[in-house]
T-cell receptor, first 110, second 113 residues
Framework: DTAVSQTPKYLVTQMGNDKSIKCEQNLGHDTMYWYKQDSKKFLKIMFSYNNKELIINETVPNRFSPKSPDKAHLNLHINSLELGDSAVYFC?????????FGSGTRLTVV | SQQGEEDPQALSIQEGENATMNCSYKTSINNLQWYRQNSGRGLVHLILIRSNEREKHSGRLRVTLDTSKKSSSLLITASRAADTASYFCATDDSGGSNYKLTFGKGTLLTVNP
């Protein structure tokens, strides 16, 4: 199936831990993104990459480090997790027009 | 800062009725897009309207754009229970490069059978 797939779907972890979320798209899109959706459902861009190059870093703390090994993958590594990092993280990709979103990773920091 | 603001925040209607959701934004845009999010799921792209377009149709969806008022509306005709979801408008204000969409807070639509 052509899609944006991200793993894991759910992630529960303790404060201070380091975790990664992986994202892969097989749509041949050049641009990939990470968005964060908070408890009030507000979606905010974190990063966008075009052909493996960082285009936008929307004042995200340094604890968040995206990595794009190739244009089909954009992973998100988070160091020293904090309670406020609890949210749903969406990966997405696009090519010229509308985005295709992954199904989200619900991160809960306890 | 937030760009799009949807109105109303929540809307409850009966099956068969039409649903209208509005979106206002603040800056110049290249295009405006509408997305649907079912509970606990990802976002699904519904329709894109460019800044030089005024109206666009897709099936039961009709989108209008008024750049002078910096507003857009999404009309869903003959609603169905399956249309129950949150609807978000998003603006591409990155000069058309599409590197960044700014989302509104969304309208939660409930269609009662």
């Amino acid at each position: 199936d052509t899609a944006v797939s991200q793993t894991p779907k759910y992630l529960v972890t303790q404060m201070g831990n380091d975790k990664s979320i992986k994202c892969e798209q097989n749509l041949g899109h050049d641009t990939m993104y990470w968005y964060k959706q908070d408890s009030k459902k507000f979606l905010k861009i974190m990063f966008s990459y075009n052909n493996k190059e960082l285009i936008i870093n929307e004042t995200v703390p340094n604890r968040f480090s995206p990595k794009s090994p190739d244009k089909a993958h954009l992973n998100l590594h988070i160091n020293s997790l904090e309670l406020g990092d609890s949210a749903v993280y969406f990966c997405a990709s696009s090519q010229h027009s509308g985005y295709t979103f992954g199904s989200g990773t619900r991160l809960t920091v306890v | 800062s937030q760009q799009g603001e949807e109105d109303p925040q929540a809307l409850s209607i009966q099956e068969g009725e039409n649903a209208t959701m509005n979106c206002s934004y603040k800056t110049s845009i290249n295009n405006l897009q509408w997305y649907r999010q079912n509970s606990g799921r990802g976002l699904v792209h519904l329709i894109l309207i460019r800044s030089n377009e005024r109206e666009k149709h897709s099936g039961r969806l009709r989108v209008t754009l008024d750049t002078s008022k910096k507003s857009s509306s999404l009309l869903i005709t003959a609603s169905r229970a399956a249309d129950t979801a949150s609807y978000f408008c998003a603006t591409d204000d990155s000069g058309g490069s599409n590197y960044k969409l700014t989302f509104g807070k969304g309208t939660l639509l409930t269609v009662n059978p």
